[in-house]
């Protein structure tokens, strides 16, 4: 009777083993489905990074010897949240950079701006997408141009001569960098998945420089000349 009650408990054990990995495997493939279902929800909601009021966008603006109202050269970081606004009708697609309220607690204000798609302003190629050579226009790059302006400065300048109660007093002065007119050339790519991708990129300013268009001097022209002042990185703000 040992023996016979042994076999009954062994059919009974592999019974319920069975049975336990039948629930265990019904789970595992229940939850996967979830997983994916819900990985999958996640994914089509995610928004594409347009150049319209969908997507907004924070710059990363550094500048780097900048001139001030007193006659200092400063660096200074600014953070800015900002849209970009095609103007509907335009070929290539153009537009402006509106800044958001309350982007910044640091007074940078952007006063005038406009983006534009370009191709290489060094080697165009004729639009040869007009011609049928691609599917969609081909715009390797966003040229932006902002115009700032003046910028307050907390704690007026920064000078290491403490010599004499003249120096502290100028020092503490209140000081503001200049008002600015600032050029980008931004690579500029469209992913199927994610959208639009801004690249970080150089920050310029263009001087400008009077010369003789004859010996005699009768005639002038202004030779313009970009200087570099800072970078620009942009990312987009995902909701």
Known sequence: SFVGGGSKNIHHKRALAA?????????TSTTATMLSASSSSSS??????????????????????????????????FVVKCQFLEEEGYEPPQGVLVQQDGSDQSSFQIQKSRWL?????????????????????????????????????SGGGSKNDDSDNEDKEEENKPDSIKPLQLYAQINHKRDSDVGVILEACDLKV??????????????????????????????????
Request: no cysteine; proline share 4%; charged share 25%.
């Open 19 to 27: 049975a336990t990995s039948t629930l265990t495997k019904s789970i």
């Open 44 to 77: 089509s909601t995610q928004r594409k990074t347009t150049l319209d009021k969908a997507t907004d966008w924070n710059l990363r603006i550094v500048l780097r010897g900048v001139a001030t109202e007193q006659g200092k050269k400063v660096d200074q970081i």
């Open 117 to 153: 798609l370009s191709e290489d302003p060094d080697d165009r190629k004729d639009g040869l997408w007009v011609w049928g050579l691609f599917k969609e226009p081909l715009y390797p790059f966003m040229l932006l141009q902002m115009e700032t302006s003046a910028i307050p400065l």
């Open 206 to 239: 263009r001087q400008v420089e009077t010369m003789k268009a004859d010996v005699f001097g009768a005639a002038k022209v202004d030779v313009y000349e970009e200087v570099n002042v800072g970078t620009l990185s942009i990312q987009p703000i995902l909701k």
